[in-house]
Nanobody, 113 residues
Framework: QVRLVESGGGLVQPGGSLRLSCAAS????????MGWYRQAPGKQRELVAS???????NYAESVKGRFTISRDNTKNTVYLQMNSLKPEDTAVYYC???????WGQGTQVTVSS
């Protein structure tokens, strides 16, 4: 059974940084492309960043240059470094394999002064 545990969210001021972590279990992590998604109140869930098994990365236009996705296959963990945060980045952030529909509980990120 796939289990995804996101952590690292919190309240941060505009311009601040956070690093999210997602620990995966129940899957052969290294053979899965992974993605970070977010869902803001009243909006659809969207893909923010993805990383392939070869560590090729892709980003939504809204976060390019500010967010960095990375993975550590020895720890079955994917990370999202978020810099220069904006109020519009406020959302619940989730991770999952891009080819699967298993979701964790997410971690809340709130950007506010």
């Amino acid at each position: 059974q796939v289990r995804l545990v996101e952590s690292g969210g919190g309240l941060v001021q505009p311009g601040g940084s956070l690093r999210l972590s997602c620990a995966a279990s129940g899957i052969m992590f290294r053979i899965h492309a992974m993605g970070w998604y977010r869902q803001a109140p009243g909006k659809q869930r969207e893909l923010v960043a993805s990383i392939s098994t070869a560590a090729t990365t892709n980003y939504a236009e809204s976060v390019k240059g500010r967010f960095t996705i990375s993975r550590d296959n020895t720890k079955n963990t994917v990370y999202l470094q978020m810099n220069s945060l904006k109020p519009e980045d406020t959302a619940v952030y989730y991770c999952k394999p891009t080819s699967a529909n298993d979701w964790g509980q997410g971690t809340q990120v709130t950007v506010s002064s």
